[in-house]
């Protein structure tokens, strides 16, 4: 297989090309869901709970039938017996409890924001107008918005679960209780990590249209692929799969937001069907903030055992806030969270319980980072809490402890195995990109004048590339374009450029003369999808894997037309040639011609340039990286300057370096939200308190903070391509940093510990706290 690891064996991949999608983004000409007009279309919209915890005593649909333009309105007595429900299943070991999140509501509701019923009219106005004539008796339940207090369980979600626990994973390595026993330090801390909402540009949306004649129902839904939610849409429809096709247009943004199906599609293709009309769904804002599922949330305590100077074991209790029900991919994160504990850092024993706990609140999911966020998060402050109990640099208790270059491939005490890496290296680079001896000296001669500077560094690693395979189609024209097909769907990455640069490297074109296909079932025969940084590793693999295949096929056919032998040909830039004998050459577009010209081939040869790759790897892969931040803190307001922020991310090879640096300050940017800003907040009474972007704290382009970023290339060995993914790399390593930088800002008033987000209002309190 072609070598694709080195900038020597390569010419486009590794080069910094601009994204040549953007041009019809710019222009307008970008087509997304709500952009679809297709005749005789219906539009629905959604019932949902105004309370979070409730019996459903009665719905009185009537007076919205009675709208004009109102063609039906749809209760959960209405999918009866027509629908299935969400697989839900264990991830690495998980127990899983059977709680699927329903289509539409029975006879409870369990959060604010749930579908009840749902309202399909010749427009969206009228509609939207039957939605408020819809009346739903309710008789309110006690509500349980706090993993803690559901753990106790005074109030039970689900009859048959007396704990609330949703789901519960459980991992050992080594001799924690042991270690714990003959330690000289035991370090402690608990944490609550806030629910973030995703908050895409585009919000989520389908349509829907059935035709009889071949029984094929066709969607069109703002979605991360293809075949995964088919698979799920089938499953819950009880439709076989070849009985739907399913189509991803350009889609604005996803954030792992958009990872499966969603109630309201099944609702609007259950809807095609029946009413035999196309049927669009688009929620507005306030509806995707209040029922798209969430990330992040989750209480954790955490100790570390101290013996000699060196960390020798991590325990760990997490409760995540997983919410009322349970999407496919619910348990997903946390479980990143549990096995990712021990972090970069060569810890040989670990104890980790989670628990899901279910709240009333709208189910979480994979959200940018999917439980590596958390993991570094709490990983990273207790080695701060460590190093400074022990009176020790956190940069040289870091560089201590981290996994060695010759101990990979490395297995974590909790189950994962890393593939390659030179943390010591990261580390290394960082502290000289942040200047850091500089600003610990800037720092002293700050405090002198009463000012708080805080300078902060994190490590993380990352599991990537979940899933472990991907598909692609390659297609040489006639006329010598290339066509690439790829189970991966972008929504913001980028594919069109770096998979064509990919494609070109092996197939001696220009990027330009590759055409990238995706988003449609009929392209490909199975796919996974975009999510969780596997886009090149498994995607941009695939493509290898397919075009190797045309590569063969090309040298056969050039080596017949030239009377060589394949083994004797060179091949560069659109021309093979007879090694040795220049003049003796072909060009591209002839092979490619030939190819469809069945006098022109050996014998034995197929005609045509058409072949599909499936790449999968034994194990995920997990890039890493250290970032570091420089903050100043106002000590009359508690409001907190981002100084500066540095990134070091080794992603293995990355294939285009300008997309790349898109994705770290895109990333860093959401991790400032989620430092500085972002919170999803309830009540007690579990009414949402920042269900509008009034309230919500989304960062904005003025908060972008001085970013200084770097790769570094440690090529893995389980992909022809030596890539890991660094889409969510910001998101994971720079809060940790930033947190780090504040508490190390207000260690002079011995404040210990801050929870996110650092508003000025959490940050002046506590410094009240302290004078006082």
Do not use: C
């Not at 297609?475 to 929504?491: D, F, I, K, L, Q």
């Not at 194990?619 to 540095?646: H, I, M, N, S």
Request: net charge negative.
């Amino acid at each position: 297989m072609t070598d694709l690891r080195s900038a020597v064996t390569t010419r486009w991949i590794g080069r910094p090309l601009r994204r040549r999608e953007d041009g019809r983004f710019l222009r307008g000409q970008a087509r997304y869901v709500d952009d679809l007009r297709l005749p005789g279309m219906l539009h629905l919209v959604v019932v949902r709970s105004p309370y979070a915890h409730a019996r459903v005593l009665g719905i009185r649909a009537d007076a919205a039938r009675a709208v004009p333009g109102v063609v039906a309105v749809i209760t959960a007595r209405d999918l009866e017996d027509s629908l299935g429900q969400y697989a839900v299943a264990g991830v690495e070991g998980t127990r899983v409890e059977q709680v699927p999140h329903p289509v539409l509501a029975g006879d409870r509701v369990r959060y604010v924001g749930e579908p009840v019923a749902a309202v399909v009219a010749e427009s969206r106005a009228a509609a939207e107008d039957a939605v408020g004539l819809v009346e739903v008796d309710y008789d309110p339940l006690p509500v349980v918005v706090d993993p803690e207090a559901s753990l106790a369980g005074e109030v039970r979600l689900h009859d048959h679960l007396p704990d609330n626990v949703l789901f519960r994973w459980e991992g050992k390595g080594g001799d924690p209780e042991g270690e714990f026993a003959a330690a000289d330090h035991v370090v402690r801390q608990k944490f609550r990590i806030p629910r973030l909402a995703a908050v895409p540009m585009e919000t989520r949306g389908a349509v829907a249209a059935y035709d009889p004649g071949t029984d094929l129902l066709t969607v069109w839904s703002s979605a991360q692929g293809t075949h995964r939610p088919r698979e799920q849409l089938a499953r819950i429809l009880k439709r076989p799969e070849e009985r739907i096709r399913f189509i991803v247009p350009d889609v604005g943004g996803a954030f792992g937001s958009k990872f499966g199906v969603s109630p309201e599609t099944v609702l609007a293709a259950w809807a095609a069907v029946r009413l035999g009309r196309p049927v669009k769904w688009v929620e507005d804002r306030r509806e995707n903030l209040l029922a798209s599922y969430q990330g992040r949330g989750m209480v954790a305590e955490v100790e570390v055992a101290v013996r000699g100077g060196r960390m020798t074991a991590v325990r760990a209790r997490l409760l995540a806030d997983a919410g009322a029900y349970l999407y496919p991919s619910t348990p997903v994160p946390p479980v990143n969270t549990a096995m990712l504990m021990t972090g970069a850092y060569a810890i040989p024993h670990a104890h980790v319980v989670l628990l899901g706990m279910a709240t009333n609140k709208v189910p979480t999911g994979p959200y940018r980072g999917a439980g590596r966020p958390e993991a570094a998060y709490l990983v990273e402050r207790m080695v701060e809490l460590v190093a400074r109990e022990l009176g020790e640099d956190p940069v040289v208790f870091r560089m201590r402890h981290l996994v060695r270059p010759d101990a990979f491939p490395y297995r974590n005490p909790l189950g994962f195995v890393y593939d390659s890496g030179d943390y010591p290296r990261a580390l290394e680079k960082l502290r000289e990109l942040l200047d850091y001896d500089r600003w610990r000296e800037e720092q002293r001669r700050a405090r002198a004048e009463g000012r708080l500077v805080g300078v902060g560094v994190a490590f993380y690693v990352e599991r990537a590339a979940s899933q472990l395979w991907e598909s692609a189609a390659v297609v040489v024209e006639p006329t010598g374009r290339v066509v690439v097909r790829t189970g991966s769907v972008p929504h913001g990455q980028g594919h069109e450029t770096s998979f064509a640069q990919i494609a070109a490297d092996l197939l001696q074109v220009r990027p330009d003369d590759v055409l990238v296909q995706y988003g449609d079932t009929d392209l490909l025969g199975r796919s996974i999808g975009t999510f969780g940084s596997r886009s090149t590793t498994l995607g941009g693999s695939a493509i290898v894997v397919a075009a190797e295949k045309i590569r063969g096929k090309v040298r056969r056919i050039a080596a017949h037309l030239l009377e060589a032998s394949p083994e004797d040909l060179e091949w560069q830039e659109g021309r093979l040639w007879v090694r040795g004998v220049p003049e003796r050459a072909v060009a591209w577009r002839e092979v490619a011609a030939a190819a469809y010209q069945p006098h022109r081939l050996p014998p034995d040869l197929e005609m045509g340039l058409e072949e599909v790759g499936y790449f999968a790897i034994p194990r995920p892969v997990f890039p890493y990286g250290a970032y570091g931040a420089v903050v100043e803190v106002d000590r009359e307001t508690g409001a907190v300057e981002l100084l500066k922020v540095v990134a070091v991310d080794d992603a293995g090879r990355i294939v285009n370096p300008l997309l790349a640096e898109g994705q770290i300050s895109g990333s860093v940017v959401q991790a400032v939200g989620q430092a500085f800003t972002e919170a999803f907040a309830y009540d007690d009474q579990g009414q949402p308190l920042t269900a509008t972007l009034a309230e919500y704290g989304l960062p904005r382009a003025v908060h972008a903070p001085p970013l200084v970023s770097e790769f570094l290339e440690t090529p893995s060995p389980l992909n022809p391509l030596g890539a890991k993914g660094l889409g969510e790399a910001g998101t994971i390593g720079a809060p940790p940093a930033i947190a780090n930088a504040l508490m190390d800002a207000l260690e002079p008033f011995g404040i210990r510990h801050l929870d996110f987000p650092f508003t000025a209002e959490r940050v002046w309190r506590a410094l009240q706290e302290r004078r006082r």
